[in-house]
């Protein structure tokens, strides 16, 4: 999977800030418009849109222009051979200055874009393989066992709500619900007064399978299109009133946000890693998740960050504070277990769907994946510069989340960011 494409030496004529999320070696795709333009496919270099469209149109692109007409990317995602032969060629358009002349019309500021929702979302599936957030929510509850008894066997997973799925810069909207604190005898119905965020991956679903054929734990890897940050907003008094037995609900569905860019599973081959080890005293996956190959390179090295504004430290001109740095390699399953479990009874996924890993938190205070763990269950409020605290998220709270693949001997890649403000 490791191609020319991914080369560090390589450099585009087009100039890319160093150190930027997007260079080269990433081109990430996401649906965009600009001026007049209707939105279309683009891949992003440093603070550019290359219009994939516009590119097909003028014959500089060898492929069916219709995978990148738009509005959506669900046909081009499911179409890995396609995908492939896009990030060959526009890598190829981007290095060799003699065909700068050609392309450099169809580049877009990103700046004067309008990014939207990258496909058109069938389904939406929010798993729970991040252990540490899986062990400490669990505490809350169950102090002595935190890990219900099925989480080593199966990828826990929940149906959320795809018409609900926004990009990044959508606003967030307090919802109202049921409440009911433990000291109160009966529920009311109001604001969510203990608002949350969730740092998660989103796993954008390239080919699907059909009804009634599952996808065997080697070749899920194939039904990868590529990888997202994902904000699983949630109203946690909601959720603990509304949850048992049949688990999240409204708590849940208001909204979801996802960065707009899709990093390929092309851009992060060389991102792979190991999955990390069980502890002693695990049990080992069923015979259906377990492959050689994903555990040999089924994780990635992804670094994941959590960064909150105020509207009081905006008003102050303070830079974001920086609430939580995590890592993928916290999954305690791979993608391709979630999506081999996901399809094991049969369930058809299809292009464009999307999947959650769950709350990535990791082993220590400084990288947990939501406020409801960094203040202990709203009891221990978070200090923020400036002398601010928090439980939950308040009025004009802004969350960002980013990510960073590094691996040693390749361009460090990133994800762009996943925003949202509470509105109020
Ligand atoms: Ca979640």
């Not at 019309?105 to 393989?129: I, K, M, N, W």
């Not at 996956?285 to 040999?296: E, M, R």
């Not at 990635?300 to 939580?324: E, K, M, N, Q, Y």
């Not at 040693?408 to 509470?422: D, M, Q, T, Y």
Request: charged share 15%; with cysteine; net charge negative.
């Amino acid at each position: 999977m490791i191609d020319a494409t991914h080369d560090p030496a390589l450099r585009s004529w087009v100039d890319v800030p160093a150190g930027h999320d997007f260079p080269v070696q990433n081109l990430p795709l996401g649906i965009f418009s600009a001026a007049a333009s209707a939105p279309r496919a683009g891949m992003a270099i440093g603070e550019r849109i290359v219009d994939l469209a516009a590119l097909a149109a003028a014959g500089l692109l060898k492929l069916d222009a219709a995978l990148v007409a738009g509005p959506t990317l669900n046909a081009l995602l499911a179409d890995a051979a396609a995908r492939q032969t896009v990030r060959r060629q526009v890598s190829a358009l981007l290095t060799d200055e003699s065909h700068r002349a050609a392309v450099e019309p169809h580049l877009v500021q990103v700046r004067e874009a309008s990014l939207h929702l990258p496909c058109r979302v069938g389904d939406y599936t929010d798993f729970y393989v991040g252990i540490h957030h899986a062990t400490n929510i669990g505490r809350l509850f169950r102090p002595d066992a935190p890990l219900l008894p099925n989480y080593k066997y199966v990828p826990i997973g929940y149906h959320g709500r795809a018409s609900t799925v926004r990009v990044s810069g959508a606003p967030v909207v307090r919802p109202h619900g049921q409440r009911k604190g433990p000291s109160e005898d009966a529920p009311t119905f109001g604001p969510c007064r203990r608002l949350d965020y969730e740092l998660e991956m989103g796993v954008w679903i390239g080919r699907g399978n059909d009804l009634g054929q599952p996808i065997p734990i080697a070749e899920a890897g194939t039904h990868v299109a590529g990888l997202c940050l994902l904000n699983d907003w949630s109203a946690r008094d909601l959720q603990a009133w509304e949850y048992v037995p049949l688990g999240p609900f409204l708590a849940k569905n208001f909204l979801t946000s996802v960065s707009p860019w899709v990093v390929t599973a092309e851009a992060l081959a060389p991102f792979r890693i190991a999955q990390a080890l069980r502890p002693e005293g695990d049990p080992a996956p069923l015979p259906y998740l377990s492959d050689l190959g994903d555990q040999a390179r089924g994780a990635f090295a992804i670094d994941l960050f959590v960064h909150l504004s105020t509207a009081a430290t905006r008003a102050a001109g303070s830079a974001p504070v920086r609430l939580a740095a995590s890592a993928a390699r916290h999954m305690y399953w791979t993608v391709a277990q979630m999506i081999t479990h996901h399809s094991s009874n049969g369930c058809a996924l299809q292009p464009g769907d999307l999947l959650g890993t769950g709350t990535i938190s990791g082993p220590d205070d400084a990288s947990l994946g939501s406020l409801i763990e960094m203040s202990r269950g709203g009891a221990q409020p978070v200090a923020l510069p400036g002398g601010e605290t928090r439980t939950f998220l308040e009025d004009g709270d802004e969350v960002t989340l980013t990510a960073r693949a590094v691996a040693e001997g390749f361009v460090p890649i990133g994800f762009g960011a996943c925003v949202g403000r509470i509105a109020g």
